[in-house]
């Protein structure tokens, strides 16, 4: 199966500062990447979605400016939360598609994200 | 209507059991049909992919699609503790459009 990785796996930061997270694609390219949040218990929850190249697509209600997303290259993608408050405290999973897995998701292992 | 519905749980079984988990879903237009599961704290793993109606075998899992019914299953025979996890169904109409997930299926497969 393709090969997806996200780092950091795990990132407790201050309140108020920006967290970095980075989604690779290990073994294909991946002309689409898609960010989701997860609370516990709870399911996934697409934030945006993110062609090579050009700008992310966001759902209603997330904040573009806060979850700044760059997909500048066939195998990268990063999402970074700026000015990070405890209440964005979740866990973060990228997946991604392309080549001939256009028609399935394959996810990372996820970033846990806590903000002190 | 949702989408796709799934019931949440928690289902709990003893090991060895089958389990059945089922998907329903509202959109004729879904050709692709996939079902993960995710262990807590950590991302999805794709279990099984199938497209159109008919049945896939891997292993002790077996999926399920009926789209006259817009019905789909997956089947976990011989169940084992390491199967417990939650269950996401997943479909798409293709080539990476309209993903929907389902909210997922609690699994405990009890020793």
């Known amino acids: 199966g393709a090969v997806v990785s996200q780092h950091p796996s795990r990132v407790i930061c201050k309140s108020g500062t920006s967290v970095k997270i980075e989604c690779r694609s290990l073994d294909f390219q991946a002309t689409t990447m898609f960010w989701y949040r997860q609370f516990p218990k709870q399911s996934l929850m697409l934030m945006a979605t993110s062609n090579e190249g050009s700008k992310a697509t966001y759902e209603q209600g997330v904040e573009k400016d806060k979850f700044l997303i760059n997909h500048a290259s066939l195998t990268l993608s990063t999402l970074t939360v700026t000015s990070a408050h405890p209440e964005d405290s979740s866990f973060y999973i990228c997946?991604?598609?392309?080549?001939?897995?256009?028609?399935?998701?394959?996810f990372g292992p996820g970033t846990r994200l806590t903000v002190l | 209507q949702k989408e796709v519905e799934q019931d949440p749980g928690p289902l709990s079984v003893p090991e060895g059991a089958i389990v059945s988990l089922n998907c329903t879903y509202s959109n004729s237009a879904f050709q692709y049909f996939m079902w993960y599961r995710q262990y807590s704290r950590k991302g999805p793993e794709l279990l099984m992919y199938?497209?159109?109606?008919g049945n896939k075998e891997d292993g002790r899992f077996t999926a399920q699609v009926d789209k006259s019914s817009k019905y789909i299953s997956l089947f976990i025979r011989d169940s084992q503790p390491s199967d417990s996890a939650t269950y996401l169904c997943a479909m798409s109409v293709g080539y990476g459009q309209n993903f929907v997930f389902g909210p997922g299926t609690r699994l405990s497969v009890l020793p």
């Open positions: 997946s991604a598609i392309g080549g001939d897995r256009h028609h399935t998701q394959y």
């Open positions: 199938t497209y159109s109606s």
